[in-house]
């Protein structure tokens, strides 16, 4: 897959906080003026992400305060929100409990302890082969 | 290619052809079914439900597509008229003429209606088919009064037609002196004739109707007693007359009381011409029930297809069919097996009678005392299933009779058969024949749930009331297997809650990545990760937000608050007992008004404020500690409250101080984990003001000490707490609550309240109490002393989370602006106090 298609590398980047900021295994949200984004640090991995904080289900700003995990086969990273427990996929950005939400999910960089988010979110149109969208970690 | 005509499309003929399709080699037969309704065949039996709406799509059996897809041509609307059995033609209503190899007869039958004069007049109906009941229901508007005549099966099925139709009076004549004479002994009669008068019913038997009153329409009916009822609608529903007037034109010999006069293979006495269902007459008898007939189907569609093999494969005969029905009458269970007259020269007799509640049970046993020999149960008939398969199978009775009389408790094995105890022949679906045997195989086979059994091998598809067994011989079958049904928690662990248990004890692991990393895979999720924080939490009872687990805690224990619609939380301080010094309150007023929440009593004696934003809380619970107050741990799956009444020491009834031992159990228990949340109360006295019986452990004082009652839980499903032990002093009564506590920790699975955990027990609260209070496993001791050493750890979360830095952090909304409130809460005003804006 193309990586470059999905994250131009013109992305303009923003600084979200230092790695230490966020707990293991968990997200925080981070504020980018009146926008609210949730990101999340897989230890096992040493993998991050970051969507938009909206859970679209009851419009609520909770995800970053959602559990992680993984799902199926490949291990798929995800969030449950906390209020009804629906998960999204990191990758995709997709509602895997079988409802058709879909978050935005954003590029994540880390440089010398600083952890940045793209400014624009990835974008979210599948390929022919239905593959998800690799972030950048 | 053999051509068969299959005469009449009911419930029989329908289950004919699908049989044939089923077990024919596809394009050997052509069939072609006369149909003389309009419509596709229907569900008889559940023809009352039309009237409540039930479609008559829904009721079809299959589509005409169904016929089409299979080869079969489907004529309805177009009766046969004649058969002409030695050029083998069938010539129909409208004219067509069909020669034939095999020809079927399922004409079924027709509404009997007695030689009462006046029965042509206007407003005079039969009960028997989709076009009658549209008719009744038509001529229904205005209809005030009504009457049935028939008290038998057919005559209250249309009874309770007519209630639910919503005419005001209903009566039903009968001419025999019970209801269900067939079916019911006097008694049974008597205890059905009460409850369905109680339900607004009027029955009079011993009724026999003489004419029909009224010029054209009918404004009454005269008995031959020259008494009269005045009415403006009569439904006949008195029997049945098989349907045998085609086959009788053609010569074929026909039964006393009618009926095509069939042998055990369903052929008549001409070879080319089989008959089925309630046209035929079989040893003398026509049987007016869908379940013989459904067999008489099976057994000539074998006769057919071997008749033209080879074969020397055994025949499957008719030989007779057991007309044991259970049934649900306008709401009474009523079922009758066996042969329920047997006298006393013939039979012992169990009988239970409760006038109060209307339950009637009459079982007939061998003198010897080894065998059922039939049975009539009125107003409850749970046992029915149970005592069919001793009937049937001829079964040994169990010493306790008294078992077979009285519905099981809930989480008692049933004191008499288990369904382990069957045969393999045992015809557990009788409205589609199939046996243990079948189910089993089909469990065994992979079709382990009842939604799939009943596709693969359709038991549970006719009346339904074999479902229950159908669930429990799969449970049976995959433990038989090896197999458990709830195996793994999630895609992460191949274990269950209680491996998983033993595993973190052995092994001291304390934190969930630990867990994950030796025995798990991925990256966990929202189930695993709850479940094995709750087994470290129940083991260590280490502060859950500690050792780098915060993250792996549910929702609401991470935060150590509920969260609420909208995003903030709840604040709850544990107030044990109930009891709550005015201090107290004032502080918690005064906290309440500078952090603009709003507060409510709870159901479980304590104060809730609602409305915090995540920032605040450990501000919040500052000024609570400082006060006195403890966390309430209502954001846990742990000990919530312990209700109180007042007790002895204000109320004139207490026998002992319920406050002070409420405060003693809760401050006791406060902290443990357990797997789903755990309730409890005290009442110091019988009148049980603290509703101890609704929890999960609850205390009833006594003159000699305490009650404890346990596995009560009130919730979507509620259950009554069952009694554990008796007249216990506190020490003794703490001492089982710690074990039955230790037991459920360790032996539940994930999220199941204790009311579920028992109901799942095998032996029920008897083997419960043998754990417990006998100690037969002889682990009380070491139970005792786990937990001592789990209740010695606690410490109040949330002082622990205030006083350290690094959780306390964790308490803001923005990681990059902590002092910030989530902007997008909304809050508005209501009754002097606010709440949360709606969902969007």
């Known amino acids: ?137 | 290619m053999k051509k068969i005509i299959v005469i009449g499309n009911g419930m029989v003929g329908y289950k004919f052809c699908e049989k044939l399709v089923a077990k024919a080699v596809k394009g050997s037969y052509h069939m072609t079914v006369f149909g003389e309704e309009s419509r596709p065949a229907y569900d008889r039996v559940h023809l009352t439900s039309y009237i409540n709406g039930t479609s008559a799509a829904e009721l079809t059996l299959a589509s005409e597509a169904w016929y089409e897809s299979h080869g079969i041509d489907l004529h309805l609307g177009d009766p046969a008229r004649k058969i002409d059995r030695t050029a083998k033609t069938v010539v129909t209503e409208k004219g067509l003429e069909l020669t034939y190899d095999i020809l079927v007869m399922a004409t079924g039958s027709a509404a009997m209606v007695p030689p009462i004069h006046g029965v042509e007049k206007t407003g005079v109906f039969v009960y028997r088919t989709i076009d009658d009941l549209d008719k009744i229901v038509g001529y229904a508007a205005g209809v005030k009064k009504a009457a049935v005549l028939g008290g038998g099966l057919l005559g209250l099925e249309a009874a309770k037609a007519m209630v639910d139709i919503g005419i005001e009076k209903t009566y039903v004549i009968e001419f025999a002196p019970k209801l269900m004479p067939r079916q019911l002994d006097d008694t049974g009669g008597a205890v059905l004739r009460s409850k369905l008068s109680a339900l607004g019913l009027r029955v009079h038997t011993r009724k026999h109707t003489y004419q029909v009153l009224g010029k054209d329409r009918i404004t009454g009916i005269q008995f031959v007693d020259e008494s009269e009822l005045s009415v403006d609608m009569l439904v006949i529903s008195t029997g049945i007359n098989a349907r045998d007037e085609l086959a009788r034109d053609a010569g074929l010999p026909t039964g006393t009381r009618g009926g095509i006069v069939v042998d055990d293979t369903m052929r008549t006495e001409d070879p080319a011409i089989y008959a089925i269902g309630e046209c035929a007459a079989h040893g003398g008898m026509i049987y007016g029930l869908v379940a013989p007939g459904y067999d008489m189907a099976e057994v000539a569609v074998t006769h057919i297809i071997m008749h033209h093999l080879d074969g020397e494969k055994k025949q499957r005969l008719f030989t007779g069919f057991d007309m044991s029905t259970k049934l649900k009458l306008i709401g009474v269970d009523v079922a009758s097996f066996g042969d329920p007259f047997l006298t006393a020269d013939k039979a012992q007799h169990v009988i239970y009678e409760d006038k109060v509640n209307g339950i009637y049970k009459r079982l007939n046993i061998s003198l010897d005392g080894k065998y059922l020999l039939g049975g009539v149960m009125v107003g409850e008939a749970s046992q029915y299933n149970n005592l069919l398969q001793y009937y049937k199978n001829n079964m040994l009775l169990p010493n306790a009779l008294e078992s077979l009389v009285f519905s099981e408790q809930k989480g008692d094995k049933p004191a008499g058969m288990g369904l382990e105890g069957l045969p393999d022949g045992a015809l557990i679906c009788s409205c589609e024949g199939v046996t243990k045997a079948d189910i089993c195989q089909a469990v065994n086979d992979g079709h382990e749930s009842v939604d799939e059994i009943k596709k693969c091998t359709k038991a549970g598809t006719g009346c339904g009331g074999c479902v229950p067994m159908l669930k429990d011989l799969a449970a049976i079958t995959l433990k038989a297997q090896g197999k458990a049904i709830h195996m793994e928690i999630c895609e992460h662990f191949t274990y269950t809650r209680q491996q998983l248990y033993d595993l973190i004890k052995l092994e001291h692991l304390r934190a969930y990545d630990e867990v994950l990393e030796k025995h798990g895979k991925g990256d966990g999720c929202e189930v695993c990760k709850p479940v094995v924080s709750s087994l470290i939490a129940s083991i260590s009872n280490e502060m859950i937000l500690r050792q780098n687990n915060d993250t792996a805690q549910d929702s609401n224990d991470r935060f150590l608050a509920n969260i609420q619609k909208g995003g903030s939380y709840s604040v709850v301080p544990r107030i044990p007992g109930g009891e709550i010094t005015p201090d107290k309150l004032l502080t918690i007023g005064t906290v309440a008004k500078k952090y603009n929440l709003y507060t409510k009593i709870t159901g479980g004696q304590r104060i809730d404020m609602f409305g915090a934003h995540l920032s605040d809380l450990p501000l919040i619970w500052k000024e609570l500690i400082d006060a006195g107050f403890e966390s309430g741990h209502a954001y846990g799956k742990s000990l919530r409250t312990v209700k109180s009444c007042v007790g002895s020491t204000w109320c004139r009834f207490g026998l002992h101080d319920s406050v002070s031992f409420a405060i003693k159990i809760e401050n006791r228990y406060k902290g443990l984990r357990t797997p789903h949340k755990i309730k409890s109360a005290v009442s110091g006295c019988i009148r049980e003001c603290a509703e101890a019986q609704s929890k999960d452990f609850g205390i009833i004082a006594t003159e000699k000490g305490w009650n404890l009652y346990v596995c009560g839980n009130g919730g979507s499903k509620p259950q009554h707490a069952l009694l554990l032990a008796q007249d216990l002093d506190s020490d003794t009564c703490i001492r089982y609550i710690d074990r039955f506590l230790m037991y459920y920790i360790k032996t539940a699975d994930p999220l199941t309240r204790t009311a579920t955990w028992l109901n799942k027990l095998e032996g029920g609260i008897d083997y419960l109490r043998k754990v417990v209070v006998e100690d037969c496993l002889g682990k009380g001791l070491e139970w005792e002393a786990e937990m001592q050493a789990i209740l010695e750890h606690y410490e109040c979360e949330w002082k622990a989370a205030i006083e350290d830095p690094v959780i306390r952090k964790r308490f803001s909304h923005f990681v990059n602006a902590p002092e910030e409130r989530d902007p997008t809460i909304e809050f508005v005003a209501m009754r002097d106090q606010k709440r949360v804006a709606e969902w969007q």
């Open chain 1, 1 to 137: 897959m193309n990586n470059t298609e999905m994250t131009p590398s013109s992305t303009p980047w923003f600084f979200a906080c230092q790695v230490g900021d966020v707990p293991r295994n968990g997200g925080v949200c981070v504020k980018r003026g009146t926008e609210q984004i949730a990101l999340f640090h897989f230890a096992r991995t040493d993998s991050w992400y970051a969507t938009e904080n909206l859970c679209p289900h009851r419009r609520q700003m909770a995800l970053s305060r959602g559990m992680t995990g993984s799902a199926g086969e490949m291990q798929e990273p995800k969030v449950a929100c906390p209020f009804h427990k629906k998960s999204f996929s990191l990758l995709s950005g997709k509602c895997l409990s079988g409802e058709h939400y879909q978050i935005k999910v954003y590029p994540v960089k880390v440089e010398a302890g600083n952890v940045y988010i793209g400014k624009d979110p990835i974008r979210q149109d599948i390929d022919a082969s239905g593959e998800y969208l690799e972030c950048a970690s």
